[in-house]
């Protein structure tokens, strides 16, 4: 199973992308319990999902530092 692409977490609107933060967040969670438990059968899954989470988490940084590197726009 490859990792997931970068291209598909840029292609979300803001709000998916808040949303899909929150539910990988929510996985790794469940991958700890798992793991914990001794369930986990496949423990790539945690580094698929760090990887996913990291690939959001940056594309959220980098609409934020877009956002606030524009000039406010001056009403005439």
């Not at 698929?48 to 606030?68: P, Y």
């Amino acid at each position: 199973m490859p990792l997931p692409k970068i291209a598909e977490a840029r292609e979300l609107t803001d709000e998916q992308l808040v949303q899909e933060i929150i539910a990988v967040k929510k996985q790794l969670f469940q991958l700890r319990l798992q793991q914990a438990t001794r369930q986990l059968d496949k423990s790539h899954q945690f580094r698929h999902t760090r990887h996913r989470l990291a690939q959001l988490m940056t594309v959220e940084a980098e609409r934020k530092r877009a956002d606030s590197s524009q000039p406010a726009k001056e009403s005439e």
